[in-house]
């Protein structure tokens, strides 16, 4: 079975156009509009090659989901603790 549910703000409201998505699998996914952007698995990171950083809202999400700030994403891609990948092929 797979949980779609859109982000919420501080607030506890829905933020339009901002998914996570659940699956029975343990897969944990970030959904902005129609793209993939991050996916969690079993303490594994992997985010979209193409669209991690696409843009500020992107971002901003991308960084709630992941719980840390953009610039120690970058650390963990560069380390090779995250792996960038095509999620949306």
């Known amino acids: 079975m797979i949980k779609v549910s859109n ?3 501080d607030n506890g409201r829905a933020i339009p ?6 699956a029975d699998n343990g897969d944990l996914l970030f959904q902005s509009y129609n793209t993939i952007i ?5 303490g594994k990171v992997m985010l979209d090659r193409e669209k991690w950083d696409y843009s500020k809202t992107t971002g901003k999400y991308r960084n709630l989901f992941l719980g ?7 650390k963990k891609i560069k380390s090779g603790e995250y792996t960038l990948a095509d999620l949306n092929a």
């Open 17 to 22: 156009n901002q998914f996570i998505i659940e």
């Open 68 to 74: 840390e700030k953009k610039a120690e994403t970058e």
């Open 7 to 9: 982000m919420e703000n």
């Open 38 to 42: 991050a996916r969690k698995n079993y």
